[in-house]
């Protein structure tokens, strides 16, 4: 069986991830896609609350996923694709794993010496595929996936600019209520100062 391993933070999931999604689901058997469900706060960025993320999920995205794929939330999705791989060296699996990320991602989350560590033997065996070594182009962002990353839509969500955010939303999904939710504490927000301010 071939299996298609896709980790992706996804804050907030967008059509650059649901390319690499389809892409491995037709390239595939199954399809594991790992998404991770914690917080990303950082200073001076947009924040995407884990919990949002997973209404998300179940409200908008679990529906447009190919029949193939299968969700695993929670953890670190890198950390994921190691474990998966590192089960099947275990149990002498006879399945071909391709992990699907861009060329920048695969060479930053996969060195050769983590490879060495975790992944053997199928990786000597070739049991182990990194898409974005096998196809470079195919998987660079701008060249053979959607020009978009995470941080450029949490810009979108902080300057309230939804026309801009929904068009890089993947197809089949309401663009507009993945923003509202997103945005949802920050209309809370404005509501509480709001209130302070009127009562004091």
């Not at 694709?81 to 060479?107: F, G, K, L, R």
């Not at 990194?130 to 941080?151: L, M, Q, Y």
Request: hydrophobic share 35%.
């Amino acid at each position: 069986m071939r299996i298609g391993l896709v980790p992706v933070s996804a804050k907030p999931y967008h059509s650059g991830h649901h390319s690499l999604v389809t892409t491995a689901a037709l390239e595939n058997d199954k399809v594991v896609l790992f998404v991770s469900t914690s917080d990303r706060k950082r200073k001076g960025e947009f924040p995407i609350h884990g919990k949002d993320m997973v209404r998300i999920w179940k409200e908008e995205l679990e529906s447009i996923m190919p029949e193939n794929t299968v969700i695993e939330y929670g953890g670190s999705p890198v950390r994921k694709v190691y474990m998966a791989i590192e089960d099947a060296c275990s149990s002498q699996s006879e399945d071909t794993y391709t992990v699907y990320s861009d060329p920048e991602d695969t060479a930053q989350n996969y060195p050769v010496e983590s490879r060495n560590r975790y992944m053997q033997p199928l990786c000597d065996l070739g049991k182990v595929v990194f898409a974005a070594e096998e196809d470079p182009e195919k998987f660079t962002r701008g060249v053979g996936t959607p020009n978009i990353s995470g941080g450029k839509l949490r810009y979108y969500l902080e300057s309230g600019k939804l026309d801009a955010f929904s068009q890089y939303m993947p197809p089949g999904v309401n663009a507009e209520n993945i923003y509202d939710i997103l945005r949802s504490h920050l209309q809370e927000n404005l509501m509480r100062n709001f209130v302070f301010a009127v009562l004091e």
